[in-house]
């Protein structure tokens, strides 16, 4: 089964963090992104622009609408993501709690639904 393994963050946490901390996260994905490639449980996995960079896309009565910034009003936001075939829950967990995200917001485990959507 497929999992979405989502890696939030914000400005103040990762304001705190020292260079060196910021390396070591950054070495850390680095190492976890390669082990996941190497044992094919990797889909796919990127980080993502700040959200400044972020438009949100409404339609209402026919007219399209974006408008700047994400559509959530929450501090944290999502950073990144990889995108990971496990035998279940509790190995994509697993991996979640290998990020080093984990320790300074969050890292969401999600399941991702086949074309049907009907094993949810």
């Not at 020292?18 to 950054?26: F, H, M, V």
């Amino acid at each position: 089964m497929k999992y979405m393994l989502l890696i939030y963050s914000n400005p103040e946490s990762w304001a705190s963090l020292s260079a060196e901390q910021r390396d070591g996260l950054t070495r850390a994905h680095a190492d976890l992104y390669k082990e996941l490639d190497e044992q094919g449980l990797l889909v796919a996995g990127a980080g993502l622009a700040d959200p400044i960079t972020t438009r949100t896309v409404t339609i209402r009565d026919g007219v399209t609408a974006a408008t700047d910034g994400p559509y959530a009003e929450t501090k944290e936001h999502l950073a990144g993501f990889y995108l990971v075939e496990c035998d279940d829950i509790d190995q994509a967990i697993g991996y979640a709690a290998r990020m080093p995200d984990a320790e300074y917001v969050a890292v969401e485990v999600r399941p991702v639904m086949d074309s049907s959507g009907l094993e949810m």
